[in-house]
């Protein structure tokens, strides 16, 4: 088993930060509006707890199906393509009901598995080999539109691979998500790169992957080749399935916390990856899913690979074996264990008021903090507990002085303003054209109370030098640091 602890707010990949953090909220219409959608779920569940399938493929298309160029495949070091879809990130995220803590149980795609009217096979095989199937059926049929038999035929691939997953974990997938290998390139580019460590150097020519050791900041063909490799690696696909975690859990940080929901042309790129790459089950509702993920912000989400039992090569070349009850079981504990931790939490007596809860999702907006008070620092402390609910970093300045304090808002966001003025003691709000849409603007007046955003604690004084050995190879992968890895 592979446990990573990740705290990174709503997202767990790519798929998810496009959707759930605030690029949903504030230009949600703009982001559905063109989303590909497949009908691959009935009735997906939008109440209880929930089981996203979240799918990276190397499909040489983009999400409406159109071959990508020539010079874009060239770019994406995509190699021939063979014909062969494959479905090289395969993870379950289990949000439970009312949010909360999370779970994302990476599947390895070479997992030897029964596929549902098929054959045992790989799972990667489920989607392509299905798809390939219902194409030929179609063409058979007389149907030769070419954009009727890509959607029907992907649309039976990804059902399959729904029915594996299924089996294989013992969950009811709710809903999908899939992403390809433009989305890939294209969010990394969109967002100016994330931050990844290597413990040593990578020359592999199949996947493209020529990175130096230690830390670096990746974006576009890197980026695709850091996650696509697994030649050369000491545990191959399980080695590569530790690099995925580490990549979503960077770009998931880089979004929420690295200034990329303040800046208006990465926000731009982001709704334009979502509309090219993106495609997800017809029936959910995205919105009415981010405000019940919301309590996951701030939140522990943990990344996990599912017990397997070794490897072997057959007749369907080198495969992962898995033991269906095993993975099941193991699920099933993981969930009941964060279940039980999240009622122990609850059921903690507290010494004193916890804050009233926020009725909006915090990194759906952008706060700007500007001190009009006499007091020195007090909009850093302001824009700090900020921060600390979830909400993004905006302007943090001084102004004029100013006797009261109030929150702006512009538009429909005066139900976030109210819950941000509540937490700073129950100042005024008010309606601005001035304050730019997705943003909050606090005025720290000198009737604010500065009980009301305690400043941080000050560092501890540096402890004598010592020869303390470097972090453990396992280390935790968490959003404030990045670990190095094979």
């Known amino acids: 088993m592979i446990a990573r602890r990740v705290r990174i707010g709503l997202a767990v990949a790519s798929v998810l930060v496009l959707v759930v953090t605030g690029v949903a909220w504030g230009l949600y219409r703009d982001i559905t509006a063109g989303i590909t ?3 691959v779920i009935a009735g ?6 929930q089981n996203i399938l979240l799918v990276g493929v190397d499909s040489r298309t983009d999400a409406q199906g159109n071959p990508l160029p020539q010079a874009v495949q060239d770019q994406l070091h995509s190699g021939p393509d063979t014909g062969v879809l494959n479905s090289d990130t395969i993870i379950v995220l289990h949000v439970p009901k009312g ?8 599947i390895p795609r070479d997992a030897y598995v029964d596929i549902p009217g098929y054959r045992t096979d790989k799972i990667n095989a489920a989607y392509p080999a299905v798809k390939e199937l219902t194409a030929e059926k179609l063409v058979a049929n007389g149907i030769t539109d070419r954009a009727t038999v890509e959607a029907k035929a992907g649309q039976a691939g990804r059902a399959a691979l729904i029915k594996a997953v299924e089996g294989v974990t013992g969950l009811t997938i709710n809903h999908y ?4 290998l ?6 990394t580019t969109a967002i100016g790169g994330v931050d990844v460590c290597l413990k040593a150097a990578v020359d592999d020519d199949l996947s493209g992957a020529k990175l130096p050791a230690g830390p670096q900041t990746i974006s576009g063909a890197d980026a695709l080749a850091f996650v696509r490799q697994r030649h050369g690696l000491p545990d191959g696909d399980l080695s590569r399935i ?12 880089k979004i929420l916390h690295g200034g990329t929901l303040t800046d208006p042309a990465a926000l731009k790129g982001l709704v334009d990856v979502a509309q090219k790459s993106l495609v997800i089950d017809s029936g959910w509702d995205i919105l ?3 405000q019940q993920a919301s309590d996951i912000a701030g939140g522990n989400l943990e990344f996990l690979t599912i017990p397997t039992r070794g490897q072997e090569t057959n007749s369907r070349g080198d495969v992962v074996l898995v033991d269906d009850s095993e993975v099941s079981d193991f699920i099933d504990k993981r969930i009941a264990d964060q279940a039980a931790a999240a009622a122990q939490a609850a059921a903690k007596p507290v010494s004193k008021p916890a804050p009233a809860k926020l009725d909006v999702i915090p990194s759906r907006y952008v706060v700007d903090v500007r001190n009009g008070s006499a007091r020195v620092g007090l909009a850093g402390d302001v824009a700090t507990k900020m921060r600390a609910l ?6 943090i300045d001084n102004t004029d002085a100013t006797p009261t304090s109030v929150v702006r808002y512009t538009g429909s966001d005066g139900t976030a303003a109210r819950a941000v003025a509540d937490q700073l003691g129950g100042i005024a709000t008010e309606s601005s054209s001035d304050v730019p849409p997705g943003h909050l603007s606090v005025l720290v007046g000198a009737d604010f109370d500065p009980a009301m955003a305690p400043p941080p604690a000050a560092p501890a004084a540096d402890p004598a030098p010592t020869s303390a050995p470097p972090p453990p190879p396992d280390a935790p992968i968490t959003a404030a640091g990045v670990p190095c890895i094979d």
């Open 182 to 187: 433009l989305g890939f390139y294209n969010l």
């Open 177 to 180: 998500a899939e992403i390809n």
């Open 390 to 395: 979830g909400f993004a970093y905006g302007t």
């Open 99 to 106: 949010g909360g803590a999370a779970a994302a149980f990476s």
């Open 44 to 49: 997906g569940s939008t109440t209880g707890a």
């Open 288 to 290: 009415g899913f981010a």
């Open 37 to 39: 959608t497949t009908d």
């Open 242 to 253: 530790r690099r995925q975690q580490v990549f979503l859990a960077a770009v998931a940080d």
